[in-house]
Structures are given as C-alpha cells and as structure tokens.
C-alpha cells in the first residue's frame, strides 16, 4: 500500500518512460518478487547520478529483470557502458527485450551466472569502474565489496541497495537471519573502512552511497 508521502513524492517525480512501464508491468505478471525492481523513484536516482558523474563503465551486480539497468544506461554517455550481472538465466529473455523497448541493448552487457564467478572474470579482465550498483544476494554483499573494490576508480562511488531491510537492520536484538545479518556486516564494515566515506540515503529500503577516495591511507 502505497502511504501519502510516497505518493505525493511518485506524482511530483519525473514520470517513468514507456519502456520501463513495460518492464514493471512484466515484473509484476512474470516474477514471484516484483517489487524488487528499483520503481520510478529510486530509478530517476540512479539515472541522474550516472548523468552527473558521467563514467565511462558502469556495474551493477543484481540484473533482476532489467529496470535499474535500464535508467543507468540512460544515463550514459553515447560511449557509456554497463555491465550487469545476473544468475538468473530464466529472465534473459525478458532482461533483453526490456533492453530494446528502451534502445540501450548496444549500451549493455548482460553476463548470467554466479556474480562472485564472474566478479573474478572482470577483474582478470582488468575492468575498471566510475560506478557500481549493487543489489543482489545481500548475504554476499561482504564478499561483492572485497572483489570490486580494485575495480572501482579513485572517487568512484559504489551504491548498495536495501541497506536498511525494512528497519530489521536498527532492530535492538539484531535478527538471525543470514539475509539481515549480512546486510547489517556490511554497513559495519563500511563505516569502518577508512579508504572510503558513506552516507545512507533514505530511500525505498536504503541506499549506501559510498565514494571511493581519491588519496587512499598513506599515500601522497
């Protein structure tokens, strides 16, 4: 049920385009989790923010069915490109087709299989990243971190979604679950890391916006 605040905020937001109205409608038909797409408001987000740093390649780790891919290439450059992870391989078709409703399939590279996998397969690479989004299995946001985190370029920012897990997070007995605890490690951890500064954006479930330094410990 949508509260009066998210309306007010959805109907004096930038609207979403006809592609992603697809996309979400086939989320919805499709999917057993549809509200798991980034929606209207946290994909304008996005968008702007690639619009405002301009990087040349971008992350994401968590592809789903291709809505926050689709508002971050629409916000690259007309050399911009993103590359987006998804285990998923039942979604492919849907992902793709969402991608030319949006004409941005030539800004995009889907890759389908274990993200810690081909993590290691982009870093052999030797990828590097202005931005990542990050919104998968938040039991291995801990380990996602540890591997992209020397893809990322200095003054880079890396965002990480639902970091906030409906308030299980700030909970006074901290829930068991692998899900919660993981989500709320990784928040610890970052805080803590001294090669980066963070602020927690309360938007949808949180976002952990998260830029890397330009001038790492002990450097000049």
């Known amino acids: 049920m949508e509260t ?13 385009t006809a ?3 697809w996309i979400q409608k086939q989320s919805n038909i499709r999917t057993n989790y549809p509200r798991m797409i980034s929606g209207q408001i946290q994909g ?11 990087p040349e390649n971008v992350l994401e780790i968590g592809t789903f069915t291709g809505y926050s891919a689709v508002c971050i290439a629409s916000g ?15 979604m492919e078709d849907l992902i793709r087709d969402g991608f030319a409703r949006a004409g941005v399939e030539k800004k995009i ?12 397969e982009l870093k052999r690479q030797g990828r590097e990243y202005g931005l990542v989004f990050m919104d998968a299995n938040k039991r291995e946001y801990l380990a996602y971190y540890d591997l992209l985190f020397d893809m990322v370029k200095p003054g880079g920012i890396i965002l990480a979604d639902d970091v ?4 299980k997070v700030y909970e006074e007995n901290l829930p068991v679950d692998k899900q919660t605890r993981g989500i709320a490690a990784f928040n610890d951890m970052i805080v803590k890391d001294p090669r980066v500064e963070s602020v927690i ?3 949808r479930d949180g976002i952990n916006l998260i830029r890397k330094k330009s001038l790492l410990p002990g450097e000049a």
């Open 4 to 16: 009066p605040s998210e309306k007010y905020i959805r109907e004096h937001s930038t609207p979403q």
């Open 19 to 21: 592609a992603l109205d």
């Open 44 to 54: 304008n987000l996005l968008r702007i923010i690639t619009e405002m740093l301009r």
């Open 76 to 90: 690259l450059s007309e050399t911009g490109h993103i590359d987006t992870l998804e285990i998923n391989d039942e």
């Open 109 to 120: 590279s889907l890759i389908i299989g274990d993200a810690k996998e081909s993590l290691l």
């Open 164 to 167: 906030l897990w409906d308030g």
């Open 201 to 203: 954006l309360p938007i």
